[in-house]
């Protein structure tokens, strides 16, 4: 059977946390990328777009072999980039009806293990561990050499093993001042470390990139300090908006607080750019392109339980183990 009820639970339970409560505390000093607001915005994205009845049961209906008759063990290798980000890989895991064999990462095991005991105790038919146990399957995220890593280990296994990807916004000038508050939103939430993120920005020509940059924690406000004198040392043209340098070039930046502006005659210029590089993108911004990652500005940091990562059906995978 599978828990709905408890991850419903889950879901109150994250929307009531506050940033002065002790788990979003140390969640924050484990990682001084994160702030107890972060924590909590993330949590609140989950519970509000994921762990409702009414999202959770219709789309469970898109898998009606779903949960697995023979449970099989899964290992999940968590990033830590963003809070909580390896949370719905343990719900795919534990919805398909298989046990959780857990890594969490460094930079945020704190609010996983605080999920992690409260399903345990709610309900427990749910396995979640952490052991070197043998496994039959493994999901697992992290960049190119960590990806490499994973291929090596776990060459003889079904594995799901998602890479670095990023994410466009494509304006075509008309934007509201809130859809253009929501881009800003999409570019620095989470410091910007999202896959989700936007980082490369397609515009117009003549077109005037105006963005608002949110007050964002310290070792950000370092790395754009360390950007901003690096482009002067090299004399490289940047426009400086006071929190990120914006680059004219058509590809994705190489480094974080910098914002890539690629500038276009015809939409359909873009749609080719877009086809080309399907393999690096997570996410497409905009409401006047058509695709199939697309989504509506403010929106890049609020996925649906459909809108899996790398464009990697997890529930297909974990269904035919």
């Not at 059977?1 to 419903?8: L, Q, S």
């Not at 505390?25 to 972060?38: G, L, S």
């Not at 072999?65 to 449970?71: G, W």
């Not at 960049?143 to 890479?163: D, I, K, T, V």
């Amino acid at each position: 059977m599978m828990p709905v009820e408890t991850f419903c639970r889950l879901g109150r339970a994250l929307e009531a946390l506050r940033p002065d409560d002790e788990a979003v505390r140390q969640a924050a000093a484990e990682n001084p990328w994160f702030t107890p607001e972060t924590v909590c915005r993330a949590a609140r994205a989950l519970a509000q777009q994921m762990l409702t009845r009414d999202r959770l049961e219709k789309w469970m209906a898109l898998y009606p072999a779903l949960p697995v008759p023979v449970p099989r063990r899964v290992r999940i290798v968590m990033a830590g980039n963003i809070p909580m980000v390896g949370f719905f890989d343990l719900l795919c895991v534990l919805m398909a009806g298989h046990r959780a064999e857990v890594k969490y990462s460094g930079k945020d095991s704190v609010m996983m293990r605080w999920i992690a005991d409260r399903l345990k105790a709610w309900d427990p038919s749910l396995t979640i561990e952490e052991t070197e146990a043998e496994i039959d399957a493994v999901i697992a995220t992290g960049g190119e050499s960590a990806n490499r890593h994973f291929r090596a280990q776990y060459a003889a296994l079904p594995a799901l093993l998602r890479g670095s990807r990023q994410s466009v916004a494509v304006l075509c000038g008309a934007e509201s001042d809130e859809e253009l508050r929501g881009l800003s939103d999409d570019i620095f939430a989470y410091s910007g470390l999202g896959c989700r993120n936007v980082s490369l920005l397609f515009v117009p020509h003549g077109y005037d990139v105006r963005l608002t940059v949110p007050s964002l924690c310290e070792p950000y406000r370092n790395n754009y300090r360390q950007q901003r004198a690096l482009c002067r040392l090299a004399g490289r043209a940047a426009v400086d908006i006071g929190g990120a340098l914006l680059l004219e070039q058509r590809c994705f930046p190489t480094a974080l607080s910098t914002i890539s502006v690629a500038r276009y005659d015809r939409l359909s210029e873009v749609e080719d750019w877009l086809a080309a590089h399907d393999g690096e993108l997570q996410c497409v911004v905009s409401r006047c392109i058509e695709h199939g990652r697309r989504v509506d500005f403010g929106q890049a940091q609020s996925p649906a339980l459909t809108d899996y990562p790398d464009a990697a059906d997890v529930m297909k995978f974990l269904a035919e183990l």
